[in-house]
C-alpha cells in the first residue's frame, strides 16, 4: 500500500501538441522556456492526476483502469516518472501519508 500523496510545486502551463503534451514552468508570469518538458500521453494524465489529494495507490488504479495497464508496470513507470519530477522540483510530497 502506497499511501503517498503529491502535488505540483509551482506554476505550470501545460499544452497539447499531436500526440505530446508540453509542460512549461511559470516564472514571474512568463514561461521558463529554458525548462520546458515534454510528456507522453499518460505522463500527461499522470500529471493531471498529482493534485495534492490523490495518493499512488488511487493513480495506479486510474491509469491502469484507463489504459489497460498491468497493475506492477503502472507503478514501476509511476514509480520512475514521480522520481524524475521529484527530481526536478516539479512535485513535491503534498502528505507525507494518509492514515
Known amino acids: 500500500m502506497d499511501n ?11 499544452r497539447q501538441v499531436g500526440a505530446e503534451s508540453i509542460l512549461v514552468p511559470v516564472r ?4 521558463d522556456l529554458d525548462s520546458v518538458y ?3 500521453t499518460v505522463a500527461a494524465r499522470i500529471w493531471s492526476l498529482i493534485d495534492g489529494s490523490r495518493d499512488v495507490d488511487s ?5 491502469c ?5 498491468e497493475p506492477d508496470v503502472v507503478r514501476a513507470d509511476l514509480e520512475e516518472l514521480l522520481g524524475s519530477l ?3 522540483a516539479l512535485i513535491g510530497a503534498a502528505i507525507e501519508a494518509r492514515p
Open 28 to 31: 514571474n508570469h512568463v514561461g
Open 59 to 63: 493513480i495506479v488504479t486510474t491509469i
Open 4 to 14: 503517498r500523496v503529491f502535488a505540483h510545486r509551482g506554476e505550470f502551463a501545460l
Open 38 to 40: 515534454v510528456f507522453t
Open 65 to 69: 483502469g484507463e489504459y489497460d495497464g
Open 86 to 88: 521529484e527530481g526536478a
